[in-house]
């Protein structure tokens, strides 16, 4: 039986977890590596077994990820959203290329590394207009989970 997409919801708690109903599916994707343990993709692990609503932790301590286990508590999280009101251009790095340039936002980091391995990203954008290296920034700048790489032409 097909799943009613209208029955689906995610809630965002006030300074606790995401409520989520609806049977949502919910997969824990891995960072696969190479050989010298350079992130290179995005791996598919089985979906998360779990009830038709459950607490998504959003505080990054629960003992039992993804699931709240109520760590938000201890001491208390805050989790009201905050964003900077100045320009992007003003903390964004830009590195041009010939066909491509990239924008850097080094404060979304989160550290999966996926912009490191070819001589990093950052160095490969002046080399665009090179077909197999242009695909290979691309791919990389598209893996980064923190939206911290996008690739513009």
Excluded at 48 to 60: F, I, L, S
Excluded at 65 to 76: A, M, N, S
Aim: glycine share 8%.
């Amino acid at each position: 039986m097909a799943q009613d997409k209208n029955q689906a919801r995610v809630a965002v708690s006030k300074d606790g977890p995401y409520l989520v109903s609806g049977d949502v599916p919910l997969a824990v994707p891995t960072i696969g590596v190479d050989s010298e343990g350079q992130s290179t993709s995005w791996q598919t692990r089985p979906a998360v077994t779990h009830e038709a609503a459950y607490a998504r932790c959003r505080c990054g301590g629960s003992s039992n990820k993804p699931f709240c286990d109520g760590t938000h508590l201890r001491p208390r999280f805050q989790g009201a959203e905050t964003t900077s009101r100045r320009s992007q251009s003003e903390w964004v790095k830009v590195f041009d290329g010939p066909v491509l340039w990239l924008t850097n936002d080094e404060s979304l980091c989160a550290f999966a590394r996926f912009c490191d391995p070819n001589g990093q990203v950052r160095t490969q954008v002046v080399r665009t207009d090179d077909p197999e290296t242009r695909a290979t920034f691309v791919r990389q700048v598209n893996d980064c989970p923190s939206g911290r790489l996008t690739a513009w032409d």
